[in-house]
């Protein structure tokens, strides 16, 4: 099993600018989440979903797009990328709500 | 919103000295989990626990879960240099949402 892949591991965007990280997990997991962690600051939830088709912000949505068709995927969109979302962002699966999170290995994303 | 916090920030301690961070929400949690996240790693599942005033051990890490179900703490007993990283709890209050706290950063001379 392959985990929780996040692609790609580094980004240099442009203010302005739009794109998408990817999350895939492999375990067959229902829960996903995207968390963006600041240098010496916790993580904070971005946006999750309890399964396919099913989504919810949390509580740094604004800027970020997500969607979930299917149960493997979980894309992250930026929207027009700002100097303020550069971070280090994690993906998360879990089998449920009840579960421990996996956590992919992150997106380093720098805005200039 | 439901807020984690967790105390000290930092703590640096001398091989073999114990260590403890506290964590405390400002709502019940119907569960509280623990991570470690080595330096330039994601962070890593270490427990969960669910129940009123539950205590759980992992080798020389000592987990309990307050009676109110606000507050949890994670002791490690006679740290070691592999122990070093950040340690970060998560409530979880049963609206499907993980709330990280602040976490606290171990650093350990030898």
């Known amino acids: 099993n392959a985990g929780v892949t996040q692609t790609p591991k580094f980004q240099v965007l442009k203010t302005g600018q739009s794109m998408t990280l990817q999350c895939a997990q492999d375990?067959?997991?229902?829960?996903m989440s995207w968390y963006r962690q600041d240098p010496g600051m916790g993580l904070r939830l971005i946006h999750y979903s309890v399964g396919a088709g099913i989504t919810d912000q949390g509580e740094v949505p604004n800027g970020y797009n997500v969607s979930r068709s299917t149960t493997e995927d979980f894309p992250l969109r930026l929207l027009s990328a700002a100097p303020s979302q550069t971070s280090v962002y994690f993906c998360?699966?879990?089998?449920?709500?009840?579960?421990?999170?996996?956590f992919g290995s992150g997106t380093r994303l720098t805005v200039v | 919103g439901q807020q984690v916090m967790q105390i000290p920030q930092y703590q640096h301690v001398q091989e073999g000295e114990d260590f403890t961070t506290y964590c405390n929400s400002s709502?019940?949690?119907?569960?509280i989990q623990w991570y470690k996240q080595r330096p330039g790693g994601h962070p890593v599942f270490l427990i969960q626990?669910?129940?009123?005033?539950e205590v759980k051990k992992q080798k020389r890490l000592t987990f309990q879960f307050g009676e109110a179900k606000k507050n949890s703490s994670l002791h490690i007993t006679a740290t070691q240099t592999t122990d070093v990283g950040t340690y970060f709890c998560a409530g979880d209050n049963a609206g499907n949402m993980l709330t990280f706290g602040g976490g606290t950063r171990l650093m350990v001379k030898p």
């Open positions: 709502t019940t949690l119907s569960n």
């Open positions: 375990m067959n997991h229902e829960y």
């Open positions: 626990l669910v129940k009123s005033g």
């Open positions: 998360a699966s879990s089998y449920s709500g009840a579960y421990g999170y996996t």
